[in-house]
């Protein structure tokens, strides 16, 4: 399955809808190449004598999917009596994959109750007919959205929106085992209620870690169903599910969203990796949120968050708790000051922080401020990649204004945490010991760090 180079809406749909005006009605359908669909089902059938289809939505290369009315919910009175039915294909009946990716499709997504996973009631057969029935969703897929944003983006605000539900979607599944696997823009609903709802679970793999994964023998390769544009070089290898490979996906989806375009020109990763292509920076997105974007589009999976709950904690966080840093920073920096004021006035720089051209004081109180902002978010989560992106922020500022007191308190404070979380083997703290001295002439000069790197530290 590719996808073409330009993304027109539904270009590269797993769900396929029609609609009036900008309202449009969803139900998933596989996006493997179309088949000829020869319904003898229609608007007026019933389907076990429960399921009144009432208008034709759309049509893929597993199914077609129908409006209908479960009159039994009418007749009870439930006002969610309109649902949505996914037939499978005749011509794919006796398709043993396609059946299977269908219940599949059913199973996870019954497993995963979520606001922001499209909810699937039943999976069933009847009269010769395999179906599905869904939830009926008013809106559009965020595939229209983003065509419609194109070159521009949807402004920050509305673009972290989404992001964060589609996260917490993710989230959810990924707490639970389970891996999407193919992750893009037309696998995810947004509502006419502003809710982006994950879509499709048809290829979703269990983590080799999950309990369940002893039960998911199906192998979703037989499909050959990802999206070359936002799946990784481990999917496209056929490796094990990973849930930073959903991570990869949402950070293209992500950059999409904040920017209107996509991060690789809609290369595949392999190629991208190739090319030598960069993300360019996203105006305007701050910088911890831009280093963690940065880190879900590494084309290897080490540097991305190691699953959606990592991403939330990472990528949002509150105002006053970076506040309350910078203030628990400042006051570090005075108590030091009041301790040893001679020491620290010889300490200082040799060009005052008010002398520095505008540009670099902007930039080195802006890194100074992350760094604060970085190391609360350790003190609260104990999250040690936290503690090193605060460390990386203060060894820039450090460079930016040498001997600068704030980002020394701070190099010393993020590198005592992290080699007190190393293990006790000599070796391994010695290794420790050097990458922090490679982030910074002042560590490698840090008693601490120079008692490591020379051996006789503890």
Request: proline residues 6%; contains cysteine.
């Amino acid at each position: 399955m590719t996808e073409p180079e330009t993304p027109r809406p539904l270009a590269d749909a797993t769900t396929v809808l029609t609609g009036t005006g900008n309202t449009t009605v969803a139900a998933t359908v596989c996006d493997t190449p179309a088949l000829a669909v020869r319904a003898e089902l229609g608007p007026g059938s019933v389907l076990r004598d429960r399921f009144e289809l009432t208008r034709r939505l759309g049509a893929g290369g597993m199914g077609v999917v129908f409006g209908a009315v479960d009159r039994l919910k009418r007749e009870a009175g439930d006002p969610r009596h309109h649902v949505a039915i996914k037939l499978l294909n005749r011509e794919l009946r006796g398709h043993s994959v396609a059946f299977t990716a269908l219940q599949r499709e059913a199973s996870k997504a019954q497993a995963l109750a979520h606001p922001n996973i499209a909810t699937v009631y039943d999976f069933d057969q009847a009269d010769g007919w395999t179906y599905l029935v869904m939830e009926m969703l008013l809106g559009r897929p965020l595939n229209e959205v983003l065509f419609e944003a194109r070159d521009a983006g949807l402004g920050l605000k509305p673009a972290l929106q989404i992001v964060k539900g589609i996260a917490e979607g993710l989230a959810y599944a990924h707490r639970r085992g389970v891996v999407h696997c193919d992750l893009k823009p037309a696998n995810i609903f947004f509502t006419e209620d502003g809710i982006p709802k994950i879509l499709d679970f048809g290829i979703a793999r269990t983590l080799p870690s999950s309990s369940a994964a002893a039960q998911d023998d199906f192998d979703p390769g037989k499909l050959g169903a990802y999206t070359p544009s936002y799946a990784t070089e481990d999917m496209m290898s056929g490796g094990d599910p990973d849930a930073s490979d959903d991570l990869y996906a949402l950070g293209i989806i992500a950059y999409e969203l904040l920017s209107g375009r996509h991060p690789f020109n809609r290369e595949n990763a392999r190629r991208a990796r190739e090319q030598g292509l960069v993300p360019a920076r996203i105006r305007g997105l701050p910088p911890h949120q831009w280093r963690v974007l940065e880190r879900c589009l590494a084309f290897d999976r080490k540097p991305r968050p190691r699953d959606a709950s990592e991403f939330l904690k990472r990528f949002f966080r509150s105002a006053a708790l970076r506040n309350l840093a910078i203030a628990a920073g400042v006051s570090v920096v005075l108590v030091a000051g009041g301790m040893g004021y001679v020491n620290y006035r010889q300490a200082g720089p040799d060009v005052a922080f008010q002398d520095l051209p505008a540009e670099t004081r902007q930039r080195v109180r802006q890194l100074l401020d992350d760094g604060a902002g970085e190391w609360a978010f350790f003190e609260r989560e104990g999250a040690e990649f936290a503690a090193w992106s605060s460390l990386e922020l203060y060894a820039e500022a450090y460079a930016l204004h040498p001997r600068n007191r704030e980002a020394a308190a701070g190099l010393d404070r993020a590198a005592d945490a992290l080699l007190r979380l190393s293990s006790d083997d000599a070796g391994r703290q010695a290794q420790l010991a050097d990458a922090l001295a490679r982030k910074s002439e002042y560590l490698r000069r840090y008693a601490p760090v120079a008692e490591r790197l020379s051996g006789s530290g503890p």
